[in-house]
């Protein structure tokens, strides 16, 4: 049944094989969703498939997983293929993965994060209609600072419908990355001239023009692939009044507008 599925979304679909290439890229679609990049801690993935179109995302590792988060003090098994539907903020119609509850394995459905009610708080529900939730912050890397761009994108999605941009989380900033982007770029340095530029940016994908309000020193915005690079002279933080969140601004910020 897995491979008939597999079968029927694999036109115009994106695969991908080698265990660090599909770490990486089913990395990114978590990313791409506003999900814990935890949520898949798969080892020896031999194949990631992703199609744009539907939603259908699956994955094939060698041997079946159980991981146990630590924090939360539960384990999940991972099938050798696991696959189901992605949409932001929201894996459905999974299948491959279940949870040890007392005794009995219990088949995961459903994983989402609620954008309008809390998003510190990600939820596991079965077939049957029973769900629970968890700390987010259980479901990250180990090591991985990622409350930034997981709280920042859910803020950014309730702020317009419209908007188009995504948060890189730390790991992404890296010389490689800044440097596939640095043919025809516009940089501008200066914290007014930055600040003026940044705005404008903001106004153009529709969302507020004090989104940021870190004293930027440099701005690199890659027009034809919307990434943005952004540099301060130290890390500083912006309190968000309406949601009594706090953001850490590091030093440096990319994005893909």
Same mark, same amino acid.
């Given at each position: 049944?897995?491979?008939?599925?597999?079968?029927? #979304?694999? +036109?115009?679909?994106?695969?991908? #094989?080698? +265990?660090?290439?599909?770490?990486?890229?089913?990395?990114?679609?978590? $990313?791409?969703?506003?999900?814990?990049?935890?949520?898949?801690?798969?080892?020896?993935?031999?194949?990631?498939?992703?199609? #744009?179109?539907?939603? &259908?995302?699956?994955?094939?590792?060698?041997?079946?997983?159980?991981?146990?988060?630590?924090?939360?003090?539960?384990?999940?098994?991972?099938?050798? @293929?696991?696959?189901?539907?992605?949409?932001?903020?929201?894996?459905?119609?999974?299948?491959?993965?279940?949870?040890?509850?007392?005794?009995?394995?219990?088949?995961?459905?459903?994983?989402?994060?609620?954008?309008?009610?809390?998003? $510190?708080?990600?939820?596991?529900?079965?077939?049957?209609?029973?769900?629970?939730?968890?700390?987010?912050?259980? &479901?990250?890397?180990?090591?991985?600072?990622?409350?930034?761009?997981?709280?920042?994108?859910?803020?950014?999605?309730?702020?317009?419908?419209?908007?188009?941009?995504?948060?890189?989380?730390? !790991?992404? #900033?890296?010389?490689?990355?800044?440097?596939?982007?640095?043919?025809?770029?516009?940089?501008?340095?200066?914290?007014?001239?930055?600040?003026?530029?940044?705005? @404008?940016?903001? +106004?153009?994908?529709?969302?507020?023009? $004090?989104?940021?309000?870190?004293?930027?020193?440099?701005?690199?915005?890659?027009?034809?692939?919307?990434?943005?690079?952004?540099? !301060?002279?130290?890390?500083? @933080?912006?309190?968000?009044?309406?949601?009594?969140?706090?953001?850490?601004?590091?030093?440096?910020?990319?994005?893909?507008?």
């Amino acid at each position: 049944m897995s491979a008939q599925q597999i079968a029927s #979304h694999i +036109e115009d679909a994106e695969i991908y #094989h080698g +265990e660090a290439l599909c770490r990486q890229k089913s990395r990114e679609l978590l $990313d791409k969703m506003c999900l814990p990049r935890g949520l898949l801690p798969l080892d020896d993935v031999v194949e990631f498939g992703y199609n #744009h179109t539907s939603g &259908f995302v699956w994955l094939k590792q060698k041997k079946r997983k159980e991981h146990r988060f630590r924090a939360i003090s539960k384990t999940v098994s991972y099938d050798t @293929e696991v696959m189901g539907f992605v949409e932001e903020h929201r894996m459905r119609r999974l299948s491959g993965v279940k949870s040890k509850e007392l005794l009995i394995w219990v088949s995961i459905s459903d994983i989402y994060v609620d954008p309008n009610s809390d998003l $510190d708080k990600i939820t596991f529900a079965n077939g049957t209609g029973s769900s629970r939730s968890f700390p987010a912050t259980a &479901f990250g890397l180990e090591g991985e600072d990622h409350s930034f761009a997981y709280i920042i994108n859910p803020i950014l999605h309730s702020i317009s419908s419209h908007h188009q941009l995504l948060i890189l989380p730390k !790991q992404f #900033h890296s010389s490689t990355l800044i440097e596939s982007h640095r043919n025809n770029v516009e940089i501008y340095h200066g914290e007014s001239l930055c600040k003026q530029k940044l705005r @404008e940016l903001l +106004e153009e994908l529709a969302l507020p023009k $004090d989104l940021f309000r870190a004293d930027i020193d440099e701005m690199g915005y890659h027009r034809p692939s919307g990434f943005v690079r952004l540099k !301060q002279g130290k890390k500083s @933080e912006q309190k968000l009044k309406a949601t009594s969140k706090t953001i850490v601004y590091n030093a440096e910020l990319t994005m893909l507008g």
